[in-house]
């Protein structure tokens, strides 16, 4: 096997990891400029700096200047081009375009595109989220050129050789029977086809066996042409440039891109949930369910209330409440969790645990008397005030890196947050009152969430 096969083979398979992994933000496998931050005084910075709007060719970006260290950092999003915005005979494809994009462009071949990008310090990305479809480019200060050369190649010349094509098809299928073979991948696809169903985020983002077999070059291209364009970008850019060479940098970027998006929003999905409980048969040493309910979007008036009652409950790790009773107290599972999902069109409650099949209905009848009782009785104070402390606490934390301020502020955008965001952000937090909580821990924990679980063999209503 040649050089380029072993690099193609292990590129395809980190993409394919990636969006199957759906919500875990990119930058978290990433390198040399985190080692330059790693005591650099955006450790503890909060900002006080203001972020600023700027505009070039119709396209508008969030800008936060920091000259500490030469690093430039861009972080881009395509809204409504992710999986969900697939054709329903075309499910894959995202999967493979953020693989392919990678796979020679330009001057390069994917081995040369590789060679030059550590070179000279540049590291380029794309990966397909389910509402979304997203990239980033970080670059020493001294490098500008060659990293605007290489991720405007990815844009405008991607190869898309038939060759790599077939082998990142064979890799996605691959990648699809071994999801397929393992209790949470069958989960999470019964999860998605029950709670949603319907729906478009009722597919897998990786497609389906006979779906990724049908996907062609002409597919990549023209789903770039319709989906990849000026009019639906986001760009956040952080670090060592100024409001008017940033300006450049998004012309030299994002100029060549079609000037128009036509594609149609999808439909809005809210869950009706009743407590509902829906078991797949499966013999495993461990039972896994995921449950859920109607959360919040991200930009609402409930949206800290409720961010900080499920904080105190199941978000905060071994230190959350359900977590204390069920793990710790009870030694029934190794974790159990809750998290708010803020879909584009789907704003949810969910959570998730495993355990021993014979312990799984007992977690289960706990989890739901400490879910009825936050909604019934709510929060104390003490509680609160140390959700607080630890959310404000921990929000420093996102400004040790150029590449995760640069998607901040793409995010800031997204969920319409407001410019003084990193500002206000604390004050959001601080400003919530235990009234606000409970209220939304009454209305949020008030009904039950639905279950899909593997592997309780205890229950007389299993699916296949």
Same mark, same amino acid.
């Not at 190869?159 to 073979?181: C, G, S």
């Not at 478009?200 to 990549?220: F, K, M």
């Not at 919040?296 to 008036?301: F, G, P």
């Not at 190794?334 to 998290?339: D, N, P, S, V």
């Given at each position: 096997m040649n050089k380029c096969v072993k690099y193609a083979l292990f590129l395809v398979a980190v993409c394919v990891f990636v969006a199957a992994a759906l919500g875990v933000y990119r930058h978290a496998d990433r390198i040399d400029a985190d080692k330059i931050l790693a005591h650099s005084v955006l450790k503890d910075k909060t900002f006080a700096s203001k972020v600023q709007e700027i505009e070039a060719d119709g396209m508008k970006a969030y800008l936060l200047e920091e000259h500490s260290n030469p690093i430039i950092a861009v972080s881009f999003m395509f809204a409504n081009a992710g999986s969900a915005y697939e054709a329903e005979d075309k499910q894959g494809l995202t999967t493979l375009l953020s693989a392919m994009l990678l796979n020679g462009a330009g001057d390069y071949d994917a081995l040369q595109f590789k060679d030059i990008s550590e070179e000279y310090g540049v590291r380029i990305g794309f990966e397909n989220?389910?509402?979304?479809?997203?990239?980033?480019?970080?670059?020493?200060?001294?490098?500008?050129?060659?990293?605007?050369?290489?991720?405007?190649?990815?844009?405008?010349?991607? /190869?898309?050789? /038939? +060759?790599? &094509?077939?082998?990142?098809?064979?890799?996605?299928?691959?990648?699809?029977?071994?999801?397929?073979?393992?209790?949470?991948?069958?989960?999470?696809?019964?999860?998605?086809?029950?709670?949603?169903?319907?729906?478009?985020?009722?597919?897998?983002?990786?497609?389906?066996?006979?779906?990724?077999?049908?996907?062609?070059?002409?597919?990549?291209?023209?789903?770039?042409?319709?989906?990849?364009?000026?009019?639906?970008?986001? &760009?956040?850019?952080?670090?060592?440039?100024?409001?008017?060479?940033?300006?450049?940098?998004?012309?030299?970027?994002?100029?060549?891109?079609? +000037?128009?998006?036509?594609?149609?929003? &999808?439909?809005? !999905?809210?869950?009706?949930?009743?407590?509902?409980?829906?078991? &797949?048969?499966?013999?495993?040493?461990?039972?896994?369910?995921? !449950?859920?309910?109607?959360?919040?979007?991200?930009?609402?008036?409930? $949206?800290?209330?409720?961010?900080?009652?499920?904080?105190? $409950?199941?978000?905060?790790?071994?230190?959350?409440?359900?977590?204390?009773?069920?793990?710790?107290?009870?030694?029934?599972? /190794?974790?159990? /969790?809750?998290?708010?999902?803020?879909?584009?069109?789907a704003a949810l409650l969910s959570g998730g645990y495993s355990s021993t099949p014979e312990n799984f209905n007992k977690a289960k009848d706990i989890l739901l008397q400490e879910w009825q009782k936050l909604g019934a009785a709510g929060v104390t104070a003490q509680e609160l005030q140390q959700a607080k402390d630890s959310m404000i606490a921990a929000h420093n934390l996102r400004f040790a890196s150029i590449g995760g301020i640069a998607e901040m502020l793409v995010a800031m955008q997204q969920y319409q947050l407001g410019i003084d965001f990193l500002e206000k952000r604390n004050d959001y937090v601080r400003a919530v009152t235990l009234e606000q909580v409970n209220a939304a821990a009454k209305e949020y924990f008030g009904g039950l969430p639905d279950f899909v679980t593997i592997g309780n063999l205890s229950s007389d209503k299993e699916e296949n």
């Open positions: 989220g389910v509402d979304d479809f997203g990239g980033f480019m970080e670059t020493p200060t001294a490098a500008k050129d060659m990293a605007i050369k290489l991720l405007t190649s990815t844009l405008y010349k991607p /190869y898309f050789t /038939y +060759d790599y &094509i077939a082998l990142t098809k064979n890799q996605m299928q691959t990648a699809l029977r071994n999801h397929k073979e393992k209790p949470n991948g069958i989960l999470a696809d019964k999860y998605a086809e029950i709670i949603f169903a319907g729906h478009p985020y009722a597919r897998p983002a990786i497609g389906t066996a006979e779906t990724i077999e049908s996907l062609t070059r002409g597919d990549l291209m023209r789903f770039m042409h319709e989906h990849l364009t000026k009019q639906n970008i986001i &760009i956040g850019i952080a670090g060592d440039i100024n409001a008017a060479d940033a300006e450049q940098l998004i012309r030299d970027l994002f100029g060549a891109l079609p +000037d128009d998006f036509a594609v149609a929003r &999808i439909d809005e !999905f809210v869950p009706e949930t009743s407590g509902a409980e829906h078991d &797949i048969a499966h013999n495993s040493p461990q039972a896994i369910t995921h !449950f859920v309910t109607k959360g919040t979007h991200r930009n609402s008036d409930d $949206f800290y209330p409720l961010y900080l009652a499920n904080y105190i $409950f199941g978000g905060s790790g071994l230190n959350s409440r359900i977590s204390k009773v069920v793990r710790e107290k009870e030694g029934l599972t /190794y974790g159990i /969790y809750t998290y708010l999902t803020s879909k584009e069109t």
